[in-house]
């Protein structure tokens, strides 16, 4: 079964550096997003991309964080400046438009800001 | 805005009962699709089922059905002849059409007693 894949799977980083997220979505999906989820917390909507650009993004989703998409199989989500609040689950997800099963999370990054 | 609410932090069950997890959701679209996904304490957020708005029939998927009640916008899962694996988180979530990102409530913490 196709699945989306996270990169690495824990990250230790120290406050203000700068740590990018890696994630390689279903080939055929057209839909990349960003999920975080803070420790004990539901999931929260970050991002969501397609066709080469943002199509949405929540209010979490300040100028700290961008998302790029270097080449046909790689998306990925940079946080700039890290904070200690910033430690969280981060899901990669990916989607076909207009399907309903088929959304597709990977198995997350848990990134701990120290 | 959508809102997803799970009124159930955490339930314990019998093994091998069946169990039933509330989901209620506040949308005025009229084209919607519902999840559930599963967080077992390794963190990955597993697809167990779908419903679309438009759906006749409730979902099943295995062991797993969505008891679907449009009118009064809620969207059980329910859980047969549960097993000690089914311990977990499990989320509710909810898409609007043509704005792909997710609305996830804040979960259940389901136990299973032996």
């Known amino acids: 079964e196709p699945e989306v894949t996270q990169t690495p799977s824990h990250q230790v980083t120290q406050m203000g550096q700068e740590v990018i997220l890696r994630c390689v979505p279903i080939s055929n999906h057209l839909y990349f997003y960003w999920y975080r989820q803070i420790l004990g917390q539901k999931v929260e909507f970050l991002v969501s991309?397609?066709?080469?650009?943002?199509?949405?993004k929540s209010e979490i989703f300040d100028d700290q964080f961008s998302v790029e998409r270097p080449d046909g199989s790689n998306f990925t989500l940079k946080i700039r400046s890290t904070k200690l609040e910033d430690s969280a689950m981060y899901f990669c997800?990916?989607?076909?438009?207009?399907?309903?099963?088929?959304?597709?999370f990977g198995s997350g990054t848990r990134l701990t800001v120290v | 805005a959508q809102k997803i609410t799970q009124t159930q932090p955490g339930m314990f069950v019998q093994e091998k009962e069946a169990v039933t997890l509330d989901c209620t959701y506040d949308t005025s679209d009229p084209s919607y699709g519902l999840f559930w996904y599963k967080q077992p304490s390794s963190g990955e957020m597993i697809f167990l089922i779908y419903?679309?708005?438009?759906?006749?029939q409730n979902a099943t998927e295995g062991r797993y059905s969505l008891n679907f009640q449009k009118a009064r916008k809620s969207a059980n899962l329910v859980i047969s002849a549960s097993q000690l694996g089914d311990s977990a988180m499990y989320f509710c979530?909810?898409?609007?059409?043509?704005?792909?990102?997710?609305?996830f409530g804040t979960g259940t913490r389901l136990t299973i007693i032996p």
């Open positions: 997800a990916s989607s076909d438009p207009g399907q309903g099963v088929g959304y597709t």
């Open positions: 419903q679309g708005s438009y759906d006749q």
């Open positions: 979530a909810q898409k609007k059409f043509g704005n792909e990102k997710l609305t």
């Open positions: 991309f397609y066709n080469n650009e943002i199509s949405e």
